[in-house]
């Protein structure tokens, strides 16, 4: 702001000088934040700095960028000025395109891998990846295929190979008619929530290779 006019004006140029130089320092820190679609995917975008690491956060099932721990994220990251923060619905979630029964592991394996090269294209750096529950076993197919797509991942609660352990759960529990059922690809209705053996259900490990840099993080473990 020209002295002159401060005085001009009436106003006390000391004042104007020290409001303009309050409103540079805030606009250097304000993020772009842009929404759009690509690929029928509707992502959001909080970029601080193109040339800083990007980060893609990869959903739950059934969740998407409006979730409440997305939402937690991208309040995190308007404010860290260090970082670039790309969260989106998958395919049949939120705004995105596709009903959700249409959709299946591998449709949102794809669409996790389209936002990652997006994000990588944005900071020409493979972006961190953080994924939760099923986002979790999403990231590590990714990292498992291409590991040069991506920095380093964060697992909040992985569900990482669980599916055939809850099936044989389910089975463990339910009638022979039921089993026939399933096993015919019938929908059935169970009642797990009262099941005494959860706590004590054999998880058989298997070992995935991935060479990355990777944070578990787990409120139930300890």
Known sequence: INAEYGEELGCPTANMDKDAVDIA????????????????LEYTVIEHDPLARGVVYIPGFTSGKDSDECVILRKYFENLSTSNFLCYDPRGIGMSDLSFSDCNLTTWIEDAQKMIDMMHEITNKPPLVVGQSLGGHIASCIAQRKMCDIHSLVLICPGINYGHIFHELVKSIISKQQLRQLENGEVIMVDIGDFDNWNHFRIHYSFMKILLPTTFLNPWVQ
């Open 25 to 40: 320092k805030n606009l250097s820190t304000v993020p772009s934040i842009y929404h759009g679609q690509k690929s029928g």
